[in-house]
């Protein structure tokens, strides 16, 4: 088991940066990747970025050059710093830990979620 625990969140207005961090603890070894996902009301989850052991990233289109995610493998947290938030970006996050097959990235545990809420 790989239990996450997620920090940051909030409201802020339109254009504004936010962090969103993620510390994970136990069978680390079971992982290779880790990712964040968001869910706004009405909407599927959705992957917003991802990020393995190695490095190589995964931005979906919607946040690619506004966010960033990052992760230190020495201190097992990831970290996605949001920048120039739009009103659409608003949403529940769910940090998430899983492996990468074939490209894909298979999230097997999920955080509580943070809820971050961007206005216009």
């Known amino acids: 088991q790989v239990q996450l625990v997620e920090s940051g969140g909030g409201l802020v207005q339109a254009g504004w940066s936010l962090t969103l961090s993620c510390a994970a603890s136990?069978?680390?070894?079971?992982?290779?990747?880790m990712g964040w996902y968001r869910q706004a009301p009405g909407k599927q989850r959705e992957l917003v970025a991802r990020?393995?052991?190695?490095?190589?990233?995964y931005y979906a289109e919607s946040v690619k050059g506004r966010f960033t995610i990052s992760r230190d493998n020495a201190k097992n947290t990831v970290n996605l710093q949001m920048n120039g938030l739009k009103p659409e970006d608003t949403a529940v996050y769910y940090c998430?830990?899983?492996?990468?097959?074939?490209?894909?990235?298979?999230?097997?545990?999920w955080g509580q979620g943070t809820q971050v809420t961007v206005s216009s």
């Open positions: 998430s830990a899983g492996r990468l097959y074939g490209g894909s990235y298979y999230a097997r545990y």
């Open positions: 136990g069978s680390i070894f079971s992982i290779n990747a």
């Open positions: 990020v393995t052991n190695g490095g190589s990233t």
